[in-house]
């Protein structure tokens, strides 16, 4: 059976994520579901950490497809959830 185009066959699974990248995940996701695009700002406002600890666990997330760059910021990347 094909895959779904929404999600790709090798993503891994975000709640195998280390603390950091899920908390940074999930203000993604907060911030995507009120159909906005998270900025670095938004992002180190809503979990507390550093611009540099963001960037970092967003460097993570963009490369394993969890979170995707649009324009200036952030949102989520395919996946097979609602919110």
């Known amino acids: ?11 891994g699974d975000v709640q ?11 203000a ?3 911030i995507d579901k009120e159909g906005h695009t998270a900025s670095m700002g938004d992002l180190a406002h809503a ?6 600890t963001v960037r970092s666990a967003l460097d993570r997330l963009v490369g394993a497809g ?5 324009g200036s910021g ?10």
């Open 1 to 11: 059976m094909p895959a779904s185009p929404k999600r790709p066959e090798k993503q």
């Open 47 to 52: 979990t507390g950490y550093p611009e540099d």
């Open 16 to 26: 195998a994520l280390g603390d950091v990248e899920l908390r940074v995940y999930e």
């Open 28 to 30: 993604v996701a907060i």
């Open 74 to 83: 952030f949102v989520l990347g395919p996946h097979d959830w609602g919110l």
């Open 66 to 70: 969890h979170v995707r760059e649009h």
